[in-house]
């Protein structure tokens, strides 16, 4: 007898679903045929089964809005002063929270992972833009921090750059590259060489301290920036988003399901794409019928509960008037907020 693969804490196989034979000979019911009813237990069964660092702690609670994930984060202030730094290294942690990540009872499993997935994702890229250190007029700055007065930005309008089409010199570009610091490391010029429409690859040679935690930096020595012009400004943007990149990568190998990782480069994109073919084809339930409108009407009672409210505000004009210039003919419009708001 061949063996069935197990299902997964709040699934339910939907009635006459179909079973798919894998290369190895087990059968397995595909996720799209599965109905979905996860409470807080089954959630933390999951999430349990979820690896990183070991410095990243995946929570799972609930409060009046649902179900929720939540990044906790232990490691040292990252506004501490060089002093503070290396004294706080040599003692207690800290721990700190990221935002919640709500996860509705009826989201399919693979998406609960993947969500944790993203808050991994997040938080980190949280922390790898506070640990990018700008020295500006003597003082040191995080230009690139979420923490910075979005909607004092966005009304004194006076951050936008007046330099994208000036050329950085060699030597400014030197003297920029010696401002920046990155988790206690720093740069330094190792190479530049121009690429087509007007691209740059700037090689960076990086030195870490004593102070350097993130561990994609423990072994690294040099940093390719691309940067989309050569002015000052493209080049600080590149360089964060080689960074960004950085982090992500690490998180792509490193993040598990079972032991599995699904996001690493090491999976086969040939064999994945099989592995979908083979149980996403619609010969698969075409012949029966029954099902087939079994399989329609709950994947519209899923997309139903998603289905958001237009408030009787000026945000919801705003969504009414947008949606007015598109002939939709399909999916589930808004349903319309009954109370006026205060």
Same mark, same amino acid.
């Given at each position: 007898?061949?063996?069935?693969?197990?299902? &997964?804490?709040?699934?339910?196989?939907?009635?006459?679903?179909? !079973?798919?034979?894998?290369?190895?000979?087990?059968?397995?019911?595909?996720?799209?045929?599965?109905?979905? $009813?996860?409470?807080? *237990?089954? #959630?933390?069964?999951?999430?349990?089964?979820?690896?990183?660092?070991?410095?990243?702690?995946?929570?799972?609670? *609930?409060?009046?809005?649902?179900?929720?994930?939540?990044?906790?984060?232990? %490691?040292?202030?990252?506004? &501490?002063?060089?002093?503070?730094?290396? @004294?706080?290294?040599?003692?207690?942690?800290?721990?700190?929270?990221?935002?919640?990540?709500? #996860?509705?009872?009826?989201?399919?499993?693979?998406?609960?992972?993947?969500?944790?997935?993203?808050?991994?994702?997040?938080?980190? *890229?949280?922390?790898?833009?506070?640990?990018?250190?700008?020295?500006?007029?003597?003082?040191?700055?995080? /230009?690139?921090?979420? $923490?910075?007065?979005?909607?004092?930005?966005?009304?004194?309008?006076?951050?936008?750059?007046?330099?994208?089409?000036?050329?950085?010199?060699?030597?400014? &570009?030197?003297?920029?590259?010696?401002?920046?610091?990155?988790?206690? %490391?720093?740069?330094?010029?190792?190479?530049?060489? /121009?690429?087509?429409?007007?691209? !740059?690859?700037?090689?960076?040679?990086?030195? @870490?301290?004593?102070?350097?935690?993130?561990?994609?930096?423990?072994?690294?020595?040099?940093?390719?920036?691309?940067?989309?012009?050569?002015?000052?400004?493209?080049?600080?943007?590149?360089?964060?988003?080689?960074?960004?990149?950085?982090?992500?990568?690490?998180?792509? *190998?490193?993040?598990?399901?079972?032991?599995?990782?699904?996001?690493?480069?090491?999976?086969?994109?040939?064999?994945?794409? !099989?592995?979908?073919?083979?149980?996403?084809? @619609?010969?698969? =339930?075409?012949?029966?019928?029954?099902?087939?409108?079994?399989?329609? !009407?709950?994947?519209?009672? =899923?997309?139903?509960?998603? #289905?958001?409210?237009?408030?009787?505000?000026?945000?919801?004009?705003?969504?009414?008037?947008?949606?007015?210039?598109?002939?939709?003919?399909?999916?589930?419009?808004?349903?319309?907020?009954?109370?006026?708001?205060?």
């Amino acid at each position: 007898m061949k063996s069935q693969l197990p299902l &997964l804490p709040g699934e339910t196989p939907m009635p006459r679903a179909p !079973q798919v034979q894998l290369d190895d000979g087990t059968n397995c019911i595909p996720q799209h045929y599965l109905s979905y $009813h996860h409470t807080i *237990e089954s #959630v933390e069964t999951i999430v349990a089964d979820i690896s990183y660092d070991s410095c990243y702690l995946l929570f799972v609670d *609930e409060d009046n809005g649902g179900i929720f994930i939540q990044v906790g984060i232990i %490691g040292v202030d990252n506004y &501490l002063s060089k002093a503070e730094l290396s @004294k706080a290294k040599q003692g207690c942690k800290k721990i700190v929270y990221g935002r919640r990540w709500r #996860v509705e009872p009826q989201l399919p499993s693979s998406e609960i992972i993947q969500t944790a997935y993203l808050a991994l994702l997040k938080a980190r *890229e949280h922390e790898v833009r506070e640990l990018v250190k700008y020295n500006e007029e003597d003082k040191t700055t995080t /230009p690139f921090s979420c $923490h910075h007065d979005l909607p004092l930005m966005a009304m004194s309008r006076n951050t936008n750059t007046d330099d994208d089409d000036i050329a950085l010199p060699i030597s400014r &570009l030197q003297q920029v590259i010696a401002k920046l610091e990155y988790d206690g %490391g720093k740069f330094a010029l190792s190479n530049l060489l /121009p690429l087509a429409n007007g691209q !740059q690859l700037i090689v960076l040679d990086y030195v @870490k301290s004593d102070s350097t935690q993130l561990p994609e930096l423990l072994t690294l020595q040099q940093l390719n920036v691309i940067t989309e012009s050569a002015s000052e400004n493209a080049f600080l943007f590149s360089f964060i988003d080689a960074l960004l990149h950085l982090s992500q990568r690490h998180v792509e *190998e490193h993040f598990e399901f079972k032991g599995f990782a699904r996001f690493s480069r090491h999976n086969s994109v040939k064999k994945i794409s !099989q592995l979908s073919a083979r149980t996403r084809h @619609k010969g698969l =339930t075409e012949d029966d019928k029954e099902f087939a409108q079994a399989f329609k !009407q709950n994947n519209y009672e =899923t997309d139903e509960s998603r #289905v958001p409210k237009f408030p009787k505000s000026r945000l919801g004009d705003k969504l009414r008037s947008q949606m007015q210039a598109f002939d939709i003919a399909s999916g589930i419009l808004p349903r319309i907020e009954n109370k006026n708001r205060a």
